[in-house]
């Protein structure tokens, strides 16, 4: 059971961490420079308008509210004073936090959004050798997880900037009101500050925690489900539910957790500009009895207490974010900096007739998954990267294909034989340039594959494997693949992969949808549609990769047969595994270990070869047992 969603490390804020977020930061703000202008400038009038708010009422208080108490009138002049002071910097408040909200939330998902394009973009450039060494799990954690944890702090950040120009001018506001009552302020305010930072230290592994649990709970329900038919047919149900909810009671506790934090620090937080209050209070009405100060001025600099203390937590918020979000960004940084994208040339392939494929003293070595050292854990504190994936960086490579000299002739079937992992199916992906040789060359129609333009090869040559991935879609999206195909081209592809029959069956025939992953169809049939699909496309040089296994032996006969009909000629490349398909082939491949063995007709290589011999015999009594037991089904 794999851990595909690793959720992304949060490690403690630390002076240089702070250095690499305010970049990160910066980086974002050029990118969207007028969006972010108007979240900051949204963010300076809200707090324009909330400490005007406080300036108001003190004003109010004193110019209409103490009159009116004192003389024990009201005029309706006070009264509408009163109101339209009010509403103005209701109005301005109200403004700068829409433009403040919306203007921050379309600055982070447009770089969520930015980021996603660049890194998906990424993926499809960077060759198949590149994904060879980056788990699954990994890439969606990049393309998801790492972005989002990347961006999520210009949520906060304007608001944060917003507090700053908050407190410059109540602080300025407080001094000139009365220098006494400031102090208070001078010392709540850091202290709230410094209260909600430890809060967001105990806070932030708490969270993190909980958030890996998610997606590991997440994880665990879509492996139940992916393998549901195999849990019900190995009786695993008790176990896989055991497992469910042992992640699943991790969560609960996990949640809990920050639950009861947030149960302690939070009223203590919420009780600082409290006492604050408390103490203008009392330092303010004695102030007032001395005749220092006016009522209307206690009032003023009690209220801008009230409505600061809520705000000054939006800077514990960016500075809780900063080392998630340097994370992040490294993370999905060092896929966008990646390199080994294939060279490409401007050689133009034929699109004419049968392909020949040749293969000179070609050897190919799969990578190492070197990439599943932690990225950023170099700013991880040393504690905290135990937990993370941090698998050994080796400079061994495993040798898939030594030296191997082939020659795919024209108009032919050519078969790959040989035993698990000799390397055939990295000897198909080599001819296809799905991946480069490390030494050698590969040609198509004597052309280094090297050499040609982007974008022939697949227009040249089609692979079909034996995994096959289907749409949720109708059959002849999912044979034409967007291509603008007549029907008739649709169901003559679909009548050389044999496919024809049962599509015609199906309601709707051609606008059948097939499910999920093609859930409708069995898996014979599958295969036959994601041949019909690389049929129809007419290759020149189609290369089979197991890919008629779960067909019946007399279709993949019939199919093959076919194939090698097709009037506008096409050179075949089957790595065979049935007697039959090898005896179809015009030109056998034997490979060992990654190196051919022998090469020539079915006849001369059972003649002089053992180890094709030994295979080929293994193959044919399978067959011959799986005959055997079919025809005893039939006779019961
Ligand atoms: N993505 C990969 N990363 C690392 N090694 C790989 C990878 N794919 C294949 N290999 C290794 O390369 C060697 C050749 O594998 P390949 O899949 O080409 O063999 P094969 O002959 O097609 O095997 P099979 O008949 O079982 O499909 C094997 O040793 C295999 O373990």
Redesign the pocket.
Known sequence: MTSATRPVERPRPTPAILRQGLSVIWTGIKQQKGVFAIAVLGSALWALATVGTAWAIGHVTATQITPAVTSGEVTSGALWTIFLVLVGVLVGNVIGVVLRRVAATVAGFNLQAAYRKRVTRQYLRLPLSWH??HPSGQLLSNAHADIEAAWQVFNPLPMAIGVIVMLVIGGAQMVSVDPFLALIGFLVFPGLFAANLVFQRFMSPRITRAQQLRAEVAEVAHESFEAGMLVKAMGREAEETQRFRGVTHELRDSLIDVGRTRGVFEPVIEAIPVLGTLAVLAVGTSRVASGDLVAADVVEVAYLFSILAFPVRALGWVLAEIPRSVVGYRRVDSVLQAQGSMEYGEGQLSREGAARARADHVSYA????TERAVLGADILPAEDTGALDTAPVGPQR????REVTLDVPAGRTTA?V????????????LVLRLVDPDTGTVCLDDIDLRTVRKGEIPDVGTLVA?QTFMFDDPVRDNVTLGLDLSDEVVWDALRTARADGFVSGMPGALDAVIGERGGNLSGGQRQRIALARAIVRRPRLLVL??ATSAVDPAIEQAILGGLRETKDGMTVLV?A?RMATIQLADHIVY?E??SVVDQGSHDELLARCTGYGDLVNAYAREAADRAAVAADEEVQ
């Open positions: 060879h060494s799969y990578a190492e998954p495993a040798m898939a294909i790959l040989g035993p698990t992992g000799a390397g055939k199916s990295t000897l198909a992906n034996q990769d197991d790595i595994y490979l270990q990654g």
